[in-house]
């Protein structure tokens, strides 16, 4: 496979297509075929520009790699529906948790393990939910669960697990730490060894110590809103969410207001920029830029904001069968995806039904290709942007 300054990963997970293409040219140089990628769990940045992701009708662990002589790496069997995805600080030890998948409610409570390097997997048996994960560094590395109603953090030695006989065994943490009961969102800091929850109270943080977890301060939101994701920035140590507020009715969602919230981790100083009303979620980070897709009855758009603070708002065509008002803006709809990488200023942003990405010089705002893929994209697909070391892989949980 030709060598590229950035390689864009799309999946189709609705057609079940992985498209693989050069950027900014658009050269479609591989497709893998047969592969119906989790969208939830999403793309895990590993080290070297490689890729994991959870094919979630076939069961597997895949780690793709897009620069290599072979863009699939590995293929290892691991339980779905797959409900999130994080690995070590090294990318050698991963854990993918089971959820929700396409059920009313979530009725798997197997988590699986893998060791990369020793081509070694296990699963047990944790606690029904739709967890969160992270897993640390060190010598002797954990794996930390994020559960819901009844909150905590949940945490296993990752030798552990490993060491589990075969069976799917039930595995009790070793360690418990009380959370409140709305946890969603999920990040580690390499550095510090600091694991954050996202909680309508704010961002819970914790450190390791003793093979469990010491409790911190409580990262307030500094706002009315709260955050369903969250972030870790490589690029100047930094956590990122988006804040939605508004009506709590789903059919009301174009009134929801959104903010872009930044909490610098050296200097615990929190920044806040309006975004506009509507449905944003996801985010991504280019080399100077962090980017947002809004939609919104009205026009969607790409939201730019730079390291000065700058804002830079760009315009992106309608969707055929986008969200409308009076209908929630995820079911059975059309939306869209964004990917960046620290290492370069491209950023991609899908056109769910149309095959669609348009890739976006952030610097310059300005759309530079629009690539029409073979597939339709429908739900908007998911996306990842790498570059060989743009360090993404910092940042060690599945988004």
């Known amino acids: 496979m030709p060598a590229s300054p950035a390689v864009l990963l799309v999946s189709d997970h609705v057609d079940g297509c992985v498209h693989v293409v050069t950027v900014p040219d658009g050269e479609v140089v591989a497709r893998l075929t047969g592969r119906h990628l989790s969208e939830h769990a999403g793309f ?6 490689r890729t994991a992701c959870v094919d979630d009708r076939r069961g597997e662990l895949l780690v793709l790699d897009p620069f290599g002589d072979r863009l699939v790496e590995a293929a290892v069997p691991v339980a779905v529906p797959a409900e999130h995805l994080a690995g070590d600080p090294a990318g050698r030890r991963l ?13 798997s409570d197997l988590l699986t393990v893998v060791d990369l390097t020793t081509d070694e997997a296990a699963r047990v048996r944790t606690r029904t939910g739709e967890p969160g994960v992270t897993v640390t560094g060190g010598q002797e590395p954990l794996v930390v669960l994020r559960h819901r109603e009844p909150g905590a953090l949940a945490v296993h030695r990752f030798a552990d697990l490993l060491a589990a006989p075969p069976g799917c065994p039930p595995q009790p943490p070793g360690a418990l730490l009380p959370l409140p009961d709305d946890g969603h969102g999920d990040a580690y800091d390499p550095a510090t060894g600091r694991v954050f929850a996202a909680t309508g109270e704010g961002v819970h943080r914790a450190h390791a110590e003793g093979g469990g977890l010491t409790a911190e301060p409580v990262i307030p939101w500094e706002h009315p809103a709260r955050g369903w994701y969250l972030r870790l920035d490589t690029r100047r140590a930094a956590l990122w969410s988006t804040l939605r507020g508004g009506p709590t009715d789903p059919l009301r969602w174009p009134e929801w207001t959104n903010h872009a919230w930044r909490h610098d981790l050296a200097t615990s100083r929190t920044s806040l920029s309006a975004l506009g009303p509507g449905l944003v979620f996801r985010l991504a980070f280019a080399r100077h830029h ?3 897709t809004r939609i919104h009855p009205d026009g969607d758009e790409l939201v730019l904001l730079a390291h000065d603070g700058t804002v830079r708002r760009v315009p992106l065509p309608a969707m055929d069968g986008a969200p409308g008002r009076g209908a929630t803006p995820w079911e059975g709809v059309e939306r869209r995806a964004v990917a960046a990488s620290p290492g370069a200023d491209w950023v991609a942003v899908t056109r769910g039904g149309h095959g669609e990405v348009h890739i976006v010089d952030a610097a310059s705002g300005r759309e530079v290709t629009r690539l029409r893929l073979s597939t339709p994209l429908h739900h908007g697909g998911h996306a990842a942007l790498r570059t060989p070391a743009d360090g993404a892989e910092g940042d060690p949980v599945g988004r």
């Not at 948790?97 to 409610?105: F, I, S, V």
């Open 44 to 49: 895990l940045a590993l080290p070297g520009g």
């Open 95 to 107: 854990a993918v948790t089971t959820g929700l998948g396409r059920n009313t409610e979530p009725w």
């Open 290 to 292: 962090t980017a947002f």
